[in-house]
């Protein structure tokens, strides 16, 4: 077999071990009651459209809207990547990113958005504001949110 279909074979085999390894599912419902203000429902993974268990969504109990979900990228990710997240989180909301120190090699908030990026795994969340019952969340809540999936995703 000529090296670069193996190399090919390899990477992709690696990511998916290491999407595997920890699933898109990261928290339990009790994890989140202190962040969020309230319990969400168990997640449920779902399958991208090239067969990798890459998301999870959790429920709230029902309400209308609410939920979030969170994305653990099956691919290696590089910070131009994820740079390119945080842009078109901008232009989604209308508001610049906060980037929050502290937390995986880069991170950032913005409207109920999120993504944290550790080496070459990035982890995404959406609909963080519809999920919480106290709004908006804190920055010390975000913070908390996303140590908690860089340590669940390890």
Not at 101 to 107: I, Y
């Amino acid at each position: 077999m000529p090296a670069r279909p193996l190399a090919a074979i390899l990477i992709f085999a690696a990511s998916q071990f290491a999407s595997a390894a920890s699933g898109p599912c990261l928290f339990q419902p009790e994890d989140l009651k202190a962040i969020l203000g309230a319990e969400p429902d168990p997640g449920k993974a779902y399958k991208d459209p090239m067969g990798n268990e890459s998301l999870c969504t959790y429920g709230m109990g029902g309400k209308l809207g609410g939920g979030f979900t969170v994305r653990v990228n099956p691919r290696q990710v590089e910070k131009k990547d994820f740079d390119s997240v945080a842009k078109l989180a901008q232009t989604m909301s209308g508001k610049p990113p906060e980037m929050i120190a502290g937390v995986g090699d880069s991170a950032f908030y913005v409207s109920g958005r999120a993504a944290v990026l550790v080496g070459s795994r990035m982890i995404e969340f959406t609909g963080m504001n519809a999920a919480t019952r106290k709004d908006p969340l804190t920055n010390e809540e975000i913070v908390k949110f996303l140590k908690l999936a860089v340590e669940r995703a390890k």
